[in-house]
């Protein structure tokens, strides 16, 4: 029995859902997102509720994955969806050049340029923090994961990119010889 899959997603006033075929399309105040499902998945909306429902069993994995998607995009049109970065490191900080280009000093000899995909919007409150900010929860976190790999954080003495909630675990270093 699929839990997540047999929950009844509601829709907000603001937002209205669509489905053609295995095609569903979400659109609300933040944008629009749309997903395919498997043909085995049946979507429907009834009023402001969304059922997802399989055809038999050999479908439960498929299931409830359509159903949470469907959510994330219900949740990403309405409130969106943010990660938030801070780089930690002598010279380490973040600089928002134009638009949609974001130039990353991580110790390396040259700084880093990153083009921000569409639909995504980046602040940086201070030179060592940066929050990136959009409607589809995967490219928000696909981004922040590549943002943080360019200098993943180190742990001897901290030093990285990493999210502002990670807890990196600390090591010893080399002891001094008696």
């Not at 969106?80 to 134009?98: A, D, M, N, P, T």
């Not at 110790?107 to 340029?113: C, I, K, L, T």
């Amino acid at each position: 029995m699929s839990r997540i899959g047999n929950r009844v997603i509601s829709i907000p006033a603001n937002v209205t859902v669509s489905v053609d075929g295995n095609t569903v399309k979400v659109v609300g105040p933040k944008g629009e997102l749309s997903t395919e499902v498997n043909k085995n998945i049946t979507v429907t909306v009834n009023g402001n509720e969304i059922t997802v429902t399989r055809k038999n069993d050999n479908y439960k994995n498929f299931h409830g994955t359509a159903n949470a998607l469907i959510h994330n995009m219900i949740v990403g049109v309405t409130e969106g969806y943010s990660k938030k970065l801070e780089s930690i490191g002598v010279g380490y900080r973040f600089q928002i050049k134009g638009s949609n280009t974001l130039v990353i000093t991580a110790g390396f000899s040259h700084p880093v340029e990153v083009a921000v995909p569409a639909g995504l919007t980046i602040e940086s409150p201070s030179n060592t923090e940066l929050i990136i900010k959009g409607a589809d929860k995967c490219k928000v976190g696909e981004f922040a994961a590549n943002i943080r790999k360019i200098r993943k954080p180190e742990p001897y003495k901290g030093k990285g990119i990493r999210y502002t909630d990670e807890h990196v675990r600390r090591k010893e270093g080399k002891k001094a010889s008696k």
